[in-house]
């Protein structure tokens, strides 16, 4: 099972700042991962596919990078409503799918 | 309008049975794959099951292996995940999701249906 480890666990930032959020995997996911946005009480909302791909109705402020091992996804310049809980999720190794545990990006 | 609709949460004694429902409106769910995941309170989220839409394939976690099953009713454009041998840990808001860029969740999710194993 591919394990996906996020970073930081929380982020304190300001409107207008840069972003960025890391997710590191256990063994390559080529370039099949995801990045997702939670708010409280809301379902998840599908951010980037395929590593770089938004997904339609996102932002270009939203931008996702990397392959292999190592993503970035980069939140050029937060809105407020950017704050909220990040995931990533792998889609190269399956199943299971796997999520990373999370990183909370909250008002400073 | 395309949407996803869980039904069927509820609270439930260890040990205890629900179905869930996941009906599509707007687009025929047996054209897509479709994923539940699960998300405990204030905990991240779970990959539960995967089923490849019209076809046979279907998936399970480990952790619900054996004591979950996934059936569709292309009728009602509807799946069920009848959930048996219910535990504490299975405690967690319900999401139904659609595939809709290769394999795996996906852009199209549902409200969710929470699910409470208590006595």
């Known amino acids: 099972e591919i394990v996906l480890t996020q970073s930081p666990a929380t982020l304190s930032l300001s409107p207008g700042d840069r972003a960025t959020l890391s997710c590191r995997a256990s063994?390559?996911?080529?370039?099949?991962l995801a990045w997702y946005q939670q708010k409280p009480g809301q379902a998840p909302r599908l951010l980037i596919y395929d590593a770089s791909n938004r997904a339609p109705g996102i932002p270009a402020r939203f931008i996702g990078s990397g392959s292999g091992t190592d993503f970035t996804l980069t939140i050029s310049s937060l809105e407020p409503e950017d704050f909220a809980v990040y995931y990533c999720q792998q889609r190269s190794d399956w199943p299971p799918f796997t999520f990373g545990q999370g990183t909370k990006l909250d008002i400073k | 309008e395309v949407q996803l609709a869980e039904s069927g949460g509820g609270l439930v004694q260890p040990g205890g049975s629900l179905r869930l429902s996941c009906t599509a409106s707007?687009?025929?769910?047996?054209?897509?794959?479709i994923n539940w995941v699960r998300q405990a309170p204030g905990k991240g989220l779970e990959w539960v099951s995967y089923?490849?839409?019209?076809?046979?394939?279907?998936y399970y976690s480990d952790s619900v292996r054996g004591r979950f099953t996934l059936s569709k009713d292309n009728v009602k454009n509807s799946l069920f995940l009848q959930m048996n041998s219910l535990r504490a840990d299975d405690t967690a808001v319900y999401y139904c999701?659609?595939?809709?860029?290769?394999?795996?969740?996906?852009?199209?999710w549902g409200q969710g249906t929470m699910v409470a194993v208590s006595s």
């Open positions: 063994q390559s996911v080529r370039v099949y």
């Open positions: 089923t490849s839409g019209s076809g046979p394939t279907v």
């Open positions: 707007g687009f025929n769910l047996f054209n897509y794959e």
């Open positions: 999701t659609r595939g809709d860029y290769g394999a795996g969740p996906g852009g199209l």
